[in-house]
């Protein structure tokens, strides 16, 4: 039985985004096909899914450092990191962490079999045998020159997005969308730690939407979360889902949706649900900003900037553009067009067959 050992944090301040789509990995890699076993290495941050990790089966070693990494030292993060790995014999260790840098991969590298570091900024060094980042650039093929080293393989683009099996299903068997505005989706991550979902139920209140339905999303981590619990109580027709397991049926059944970057985004992408996107964190400028130039998306702007008039303008448009939605809808589709609406997950393809 392989074993693979997870270094990723998340909190109501960073969000769930990193934990989430590690989580994935995990899960594909626990298939019986791979039968890996997977541990979880974190810090005890406000918010973190620790609980959610045990729920699902898997094993949570704490770095007892409550501060950020940013804040913490990456040495003593590293040390604590190794003592675990000691005992761990690691055939892959995952980090998918803003602070993490070569430095730390270096002083941990020779504790596991192979490093695989899942990144989307490029503004950093790393030392690691797989790369892995998701998003759409247009220079997404020379983003890690001289960032990595010659011989560490990269996997580059929305091809090798890590989606929930359900996804590649749901993507194979869709219906086909209209245009017309009947289910609206908000979600802006799982922590919103800018509380855009209260903006976007406002706009929502203040448009008197009384035929459309409206879901709503949060994760367990959100911090406004009794806030966010009472304006969907007193909003006709909406209808509130905490840390959903079903998300793809949502995008599915949505026609528009008010969201965040991230992985979020290509999960929306992915589905061919049209909608506005908000650059909660400066992380997501510029796979916004790809995706907004392919057309897939309309882009809100930073959160700074937004406001419920902000996104009752971009449902009203979305309202009366049907054609403009079905472009978005087909640019999004084909951005990201893969293999992997066939085969699946190709991230622990690659993992296991390079590990061998």
């Not at 020159?145 to 890590?162: F, Q, S």
């Not at 949502?250 to 985004?265: C, K, P, Q, R, S």
């Not at 951005?335 to 609406?341: G, I, M, W």
């Amino acid at each position: 039985m392989k074993q693979i050992v997870f270094r990723v944090d998340a909190s109501s301040a960073m969000g769930t985004g990193h934990m989430m789509r590690c989580l994935t990995l995990a899960d594909e890699l626990s298939k019986a096909k791979y039968g890996c076993r997977s541990l979880f290495i974190c810090r005890p941050l406000e918010g973190n899914l620790g609980a959610y990790l045990l729920q699902r089966g898997y094993e949570v070693e704490w770095i007892e450092d409550e501060r950020a990494l940013q804040v913490g030292s990456w040495a003593d993060d590293a040390d604590r990191t190794i003592h675990v790995l000691k005992q761990w014999d690691a055939d892959w260790l995952v980090v998918d962490h803003y602070g993490i840098d070569s430095r730390w991969e270096e002083a941990v590298r020779p504790y596991a079999k192979q490093v695989l570091v899942i990144d989307d900024l490029a503004n950093r060094k790393h030392c690691c045998d797989l790369l892995l980042d998701q998003n759409a650039y247009a220079d997404m093929h020379t983003r890690y020159e001289n960032l990595v080293e010659p011989e560490c393989r990269l996997l580059l683009g929305p091809k090798y997005l890590l989606l929930r099996p359900l996804f590649y299903t749901m993507r194979r068997s869709m219906r086909e969308r209209t245009g017309k505005v009947q289910r609206l989706l908000l979600f802006f991550g799982g922590s919103d730690p800018t509380n855009e979902t209260v903006k976007a139920l406002q706009a929502v209140d203040d448009l008197r939407l009384r035929e459309q339905q409206v879901d709503v999303v949060i994760g367990e981590a959100n911090p406004f979360r009794q806030e966010v619990i009472q304006r969907c109580d007193s909003i006709p027709n909406v209808t509130l889902h905490v840390q959903v397991e079903n998300m793809a049926e949502l995008l599915v059944g949505a026609d528009f949706a008010l969201g965040a970057g991230g992985i979020a985004m290509w999960e929306r992408c992915y589905l061919g649900l049209p909608s506005a996107v908000t650059v909660v964190a400066d992380n997501q400028i510029d796979s916004v900003g790809a995706a907004e130039q392919a057309g897939a998306i309309w882009a809100a702007g930073g959160h700074e900037q937004t406001s419920a008039a902000l996104y009752a303008d971009r449902i009203h448009k979305a309202m009366h553009s049907p054609e403009e939605l079905l472009a978005m809808s087909r640019r999004a589709f084909e951005l990201t067009e893969s293999r992997t609406d066939i085969t699946g997950n190709q991230v622990a393809s690659v993992m296991m067959d390079q590990g061998e």
